[in-house]
């Protein structure tokens, strides 16, 4: 149980391109859901936390306008990047949880986007 | 502040016994938690203790807990190839879902 995916687990766009990327809990119902992005050999930092139904909430630093995240329902938030450039190039994770009923973050695989 | 930090790197040989270390600073946590990520891949959850815990063993792990010190170590016994990853640890402070991670350890095992 408590199975997070992720799709696309890898793509490559062109700079001024946006791409969309898909967090789904596979067997849960998830009322947050958190995105992190991790630079190579780094630690996964915070991008935002995206409860169902509702705007995200951003960390500091983190441009709203360039990373949209909407959560429409309880099993699925997609981040979208706009206008990537290449230093929005990383590996992006999600991790989802349903906090009616737990405080536990369970981790999608990742994806690792790279701008061209 | 949050801060949980790691050393970055950890060599051992395969069937010795690996010793992760960790360190916090939120005197309050509740749980805290160690993942496993492979290359290319997101984490892994291996295991956690709560903060009111000194010690949790789970057949190859041990976590050990020094509050006082607000120090944490995973354990791996009979360290084995496929062990080789990074690890991370992280906290959780009470009255919150968010997760503060570590800086990850990176394990090498050599055959």
């Known amino acids: 149980g408590a199975v997070v995916s992720q799709h696309p687990s890898w793509v490559i766009c062109k700079s001024g391109t946006s791409v969309k990327i898909e967090c789904r809990s596979l067997d849960f119902q998830a009322t947050t859901m958190f995105w992190y992005r991790q630079f190579p050999k780094q630690s996964l930092m915070l991008m935002a936390t995206s409860n169902e139904g509702s705007k995200a909430t951003y960390e500091q630093g983190v441009e709203k306008d360039k990373f949209l995240i909407n959560h429409a329902s309880l099993t699925l938030s997609t981040l979208t990047v706009t206008s990537a450039h290449p230093e929005d190039s990383s590996f992006y994770i999600c991790?989802?949880?349903?906090?009616?009923?737990?405080?536990?973050?369970?981790f999608g695989p990742g994806t690792r986007l790279t701008v061209t | 502040g949050e801060d949980v930090e790691q050393s970055l790197f950890l060599s051992v040989r395969e069937g010795d016994s690996s010793v992760i270390n960790c360190t916090y600073t939120d005197s309050s946590s509740t749980y805290l938690y160690w993942y496993k990520q492979e290359p290319g891949a997101g984490l892994q959850l291996l295991t956690y203790i709560f903060s009111n815990m000194d010690m949790k063993q789970d057949q190859r792990l041990t976590v050990l807990l020094n509050k006082k010190d607000k120090h944490l170590s995973l354990r791996i016994a009979d360290t084995q190839t496929g062990d080789s990853a990074i690890y991370f640890c992280?906290?959780?402070?009470?009255?919150?879902?968010?997760?503060?991670f570590g800086t990850g350890t990176r394990l090498k095992v050599l055959a």
């Open positions: 991790s989802a949880t349903d906090t009616r009923s737990s405080y536990e973050q369970y």
């Open positions: 992280a906290e959780r402070p009470p009255g919150t879902y968010k997760y503060i």
